[in-house]
Each structure stands twice: as C-alpha cells, then as structure tokens.
C-alpha cells in the first residue's frame, strides 16, 4: 500500500488521490457568500469547484432565504444542471412550466433550459446543484466500477 501524502489549504485537506472540504452544517450555509458577475454580492450560495479540485463537473450548494425568489433567469452553453432539494419548498420555473419542489425533489435541466427557482417556505431554501457538460457520461456505476477483492482494514 501507497503513503498517502496530505496537505491542507484553505479549509480542504488533499491526498494523492482525494480531496475534503468541511461546507459547514446547512443552517451554516446561508452564511457563505460570493459575487456573482451580474447580481453582485449573493449570499448562501458556494461554488466547490476550487476547494475540492474538481476536472469534470461543478457542484455549488446552496441556501435562498424564505420567500426570496432568485432575481434572473438563465440558460447554459453546454452544462445541464440537476437540482436536489434538501430543505425547505419553493418553485422552479423551467421554460415557463412551474414545477414545485421541496425536501427529496431532484430536477435535471438540459442547457437550453430557461430557468429560475423560488422559495415558497417559511424557513430556508437548502439545496444542492451539479453542472456538467451534457452528453458527457460514457460510463456509469457498475460499468465504471473496478472491484478489489482485498480484505478491508480500518486503522484503530
């Protein structure tokens, strides 16, 4: 077996062949912040790209305060988005159609998607998104699996 090397920055702890980063509780996550080109400053939305190295995808999570509505609508290039609710209900407005969600509701979106989410609760909007590039998964699950048949060891 392999030494795994570590390091920590910025709140992320790397080894060879992962990365960690701590988002914080989700009551937390109304608290993280980031300026977006368009809005400006945004609160409760956290893009992971950065801290967890990603090269295929970007996950952002997310919290919208009760009765706020995201103030745009937007499509992608090449992106689809899923959407999982993990708090709270509101709506999304996909090309015009009104879909409601609320805690265990997961929506994917293909890019040409116009598209737009509120909170309809009285308590906060919590959820996460992933962006991918559409029409980029070749394999999935089992067929991506490679098995080891060696016996698992976990350190005292």
Not at 123 to 148: A, C, K, M, W
Request: with cysteine.
């Amino acid at each position: 077996m392999s030494e795994t090397k570590t390091t920590v920055t910025s709140e992320t702890k790397r080894g060879t062949n992962y990365s960690h980063y701590n988002g914080g509780t989700l009551e937390h996550w109304s608290q993280h912040k980031m300026v977006h080109p368009r809005v400006g400053k945004v609160r409760g939305k956290h893009f992971l790209k950065d801290h967890l190295d990603f090269t295929g995808c970007e996950i952002s999570i997310n919290s919208l305060p009760a009765g706020v509505a995201v103030p745009f609508s937007h499509q992608h290039k090449e992106n689809e988005e899923v959407y999982i609710f993990i708090k709270g209900s509101g709506q999304m407005l996909v090309d015009h159609e009104v879909i409601d969600v609320c805690e265990g509701s997961i929506v994917r979106i293909a890019p040409q998607g116009l598209r737009t989410w509120r909170n309809t609760s009285s308590e906060p909007l919590v959820y996460v998104v992933v962006q991918v590039r559409e029409n980029s998964l070749r394999q999935h699950t089992f067929e991506d699996g490679i098995p080891n048949t060696d016996p698992i060891i976990w350190p005292a």
